[in-house]
C-alpha cells in the first residue's frame, strides 16, 4: 500500500543546506531570482479567477496551502499579500528555518512538519502550491492525489516543475548544476522531470483541469526569469478543481 510520498534522499539533501534559505547569493540563489515572477504570476491568476478587489491587501482571506515550502520564500509573500498562509515540508529543518524567519518579521504564518498525504484539516484550501516539488516526491501520483484531496471546489492548483526534455537535461542539470554551478551537483534527477501531458493525465483523474500553461525561461542578459510560449525546460501550470 502506498502511503508515503516522502524521498528521504532528497529530504536530506535539503536539509543540509536548510540554513542557506534566506541567503539571496548562497544555495538557493537561484530560487530567489526565480521568486518575482513566481509571485506576480499566482498573486494575478488568483485575483483574476476569485475575481478579488481588496487593492490594499490583495490575496485576502484566501486559505492557501505551500506544500515543499522548505524555508518560506513563497509562503512570506503570500502571507504580506494578505493571505491565510499554511506551509508544510517533511524537512523538520526547514519548518524551523521557515518559523524562524517568520517569527523575526512578524509574519503570521502556520508551519507544519508534514507531507500532504498526513495533513489533517477540518477546512479545505483555496489554493495549493506545488512549486519545484513535484520532481522531489517519492510518488508523483498518490502525492498529486493527496494534495488534490486538500483543495476546495473550484479551488486552484498551482504546479512548477521541469520538463522530462533533452534540452531541461542539458540547461537544469549540466548547465545549471555543471557549468553555471547554480544549484549544487545532485540537485535535480532528469528521471524524475515530469512532461506536462503526464502531469495534466494524473490531475485529470484527480478532478483537476488544465487551465493555462506557461513556460518560464532565464534571460541571462537581464540576469531574470520571463514567462515564454516555450515549455520545454520549466514550466509552471494551473489547475482549477471540478
Same mark, same amino acid.
Given at each position: #500500500? ?9 529530504? &536530506? ?11 539571496p547569493i548562497g544555495k ?7 521568486? !518575482?515572477?513566481?509571485?506576480?504570476y499566482i498573486k494575478d491568476? %488568483?485575483?483574476?479567477?476569485? @475575481? ?10 484566501? @486559505?492557501?496551502?505551500? %506544500? ?9 509573500? #503570500?502571507?504580506? +499579500?494578505?493571505? &491565510? ?7 523538520s529543518k526547514n519548518i524551523?528555518?521557515? @518559523? ?8 503570521? %504564518?502556520? /508551519? ?11 477546512? @479545505? ?5 506545488? #512549486? ?36 531541461? /537535461? ?7 548544476? /555543471? ?16 512532461? !506536462? ?12 483541469? +488544465?487551465?493555462?500553461?506557461?513556460? #518560464? ?17 520549466? /514550466? ?7
Amino acid at each position: #500500500m502506498k502511503n508515503n510520498t516522502i524521498n528521504k534522499k532528497e529530504i &536530506d539533501k535539503f536539509s543540509q543546506i536548510a540554513e542557506e534559505w534566506w541567503d539571496p547569493i548562497g544555495k538557493f540563489k537561484p530560487l530567489h531570482k526565480f521568486n !518575482p515572477i513566481r509571485i506576480s504570476y499566482i498573486k494575478d491568476n %488568483i485575483i483574476q479567477t476569485f @475575481k478579488l478587489k481588496n487593492q490594499k491587501s490583495p490575496l485576502k482571506n484566501v @486559505k492557501i496551502l505551500d %506544500i515543499g515550502c522548505g524555508g518560506g520564500l513563497l509562503s512570506e509573500p #503570500m502571507c504580506r +499579500l494578505g493571505a &491565510d498562509v499554511t506551509g508544510i515540508d517533511a524537512s523538520s529543518k526547514n519548518i524551523k528555518v521557515a @518559523k524562524l524567519h517568520a517569527k523575526k518579521n512578524n509574519l503570521k %504564518i502556520k /508551519y507544519l512538519c508534514k507531507s500532504p498525504e498526513k495533513l489533517i484539516t477540518k477546512t @479545505k484550501f483555496d489554493v495549493i502550491l506545488n #512549486m519545484e516539488i513535484v520532481e522531489h516526491v517519492q510518488d508523483v501520483g498518490f502525492f498529486l492525489k493527496s494534495c488534490s484531496n486538500l483543495l476546495k471546489k473550484d479551488g486552484i492548483m498551482f504546479v512548477a516543475t521541469l520538463n522530462k526534455t533533452l534540452k531541461s /537535461y542539458l540547461f537544469a542539470i549540466i548547465g545549471a548544476e /555543471y557549468i553555471l554551478r547554480w544549484l549544487p551537483i545532485g540537485t535535480h534527477e532528469w528521471e524524475k522531470f515530469i512532461k !506536462p501531458q503526464d502531469l495534466q493525465n494524473i490531475l485529470k483523474k484527480n478532478d483537476l483541469r +488544465l487551465e493555462k500553461l506557461d513556460g #518560464m525561461e532565464f534571460n541571462l542578459i537581464k540576469d531574470s526569469w520571463n514567462l515564454s510560449s516555450d515549455s520545454s525546460v520549466n /514550466y509552471i501550470a494551473k489547475f482549477l478543481k471540478n
